[in-house]
């Protein structure tokens, strides 16, 4: 079936440091892809997502291209802040039978930034 | 506020119990899904429903159980509850295909 893989983490990087978090993906059809984060103690929020391939996903100043060749959507950030700090989520939309649709979701990479 | 409001927010029962989550989509949202977030298995699938219907199981346990009401508000009921069933429950909606899900905050159940 469907699934995303993400790297491991946890991921600790000083404020104003360049962010990667990888993602890729394995899928039959041509999923949506999402990147959610959690901040502790909450649900996850949406961050961004890309429909087709060569989108690119921006929120936040976060961003990922949708790269079908390499099954890929990486997030990226050009100077992480403080506020940062979460549990980040790669996910792909799973479209079913009848309507059938789940979203499947990476395990999850958490991200710490010291100031 | 994210719009899909989730009851009750903590809930601690013993093993053997039955108890009922309760999820409100957000306005307009007519798929609710069910997610179980717990420290060793991450995010898991659990439920879908559209309007009324069910469209997609994951890995929901025998024990577990759910329907989604006229007015569209959804509910999970766990029952012969175990230790291992203490996780986070979420619920998420979403109006469509492409459009990425709005979660609750979430119910954190403890079995003790």
């Known amino acids: 079936g469907d699934s995303v893989t993400q790297m491991e983490g946890p991921v600790t990087l000083s404020e104003e440091a360049f962010l990667t978090i990888n993602c890729t993906y394995t899928?039959?059809?041509?999923?949506?892809l999402f990147w959610y984060v959690q901040y502790p103690g909450e649900g996850l929020q949406l961050l961004l997502k890309?429909?087709?391939?060569?989108d690119k996903g921006s929120n936040k100043g976060f961003e990922a291209t949708y790269r079908k060749e390499t099954t890929s959507f990486h997030l990226e950030k050009g100077s992480v802040q403080v506020s940062d700090s979460a549990v980040y989520f790669c996910?792909?939309?799973?479209?079913?039978?009848?309507?059938?649709?789940?979203?499947?979701f990476g395990q999850g990479t958490r991200l710490t930034i010291n100031p | 506020d994210s719009g899909v409001t989730q009851t009750p927010k903590h809930l601690i029962t013993a093993t053997g119990q039955r108890v009922t989550l309760r999820c409100s989509p957000r306005?307009?949202?007519?798929?609710v899904y069910w997610y179980q977030q717990s420290l060793d298995q991450g995010l898991q699938f659990l439920i879908q429903?559209?309007?009324?219907?069910?469209?997609a199981k994951g890995n929901i346990l025998e024990r577990f159980s759910a329907q989604q009401f006229p007015d569209l508000h959804s509910e999970l009921n766990l029952s012969s509850l175990e230790l291992g069933d203490s996780a986070l429950y979420f619920c998420?909606?979403?109006?469509?295909?492409?459009?990425?899900?709005?979660f609750g905050s979430g119910t954190r159940l403890t079995v003790v």
């Open positions: 998420a909606s979403s109006v469509g295909q492409g459009y990425g899900y709005t």
């Open positions: 429903y559209y309007n009324g219907e069910e469209r």
């Open positions: 996910a792909l939309s799973d479209q079913g039978v009848g309507g059938a649709q789940k979203l499947v």
């Open positions: 306005s307009g949202d007519l798929s």
């Open positions: 890309a429909t087709k391939a060569d």
């Open positions: 899928a039959t059809g041509y999923p949506s």
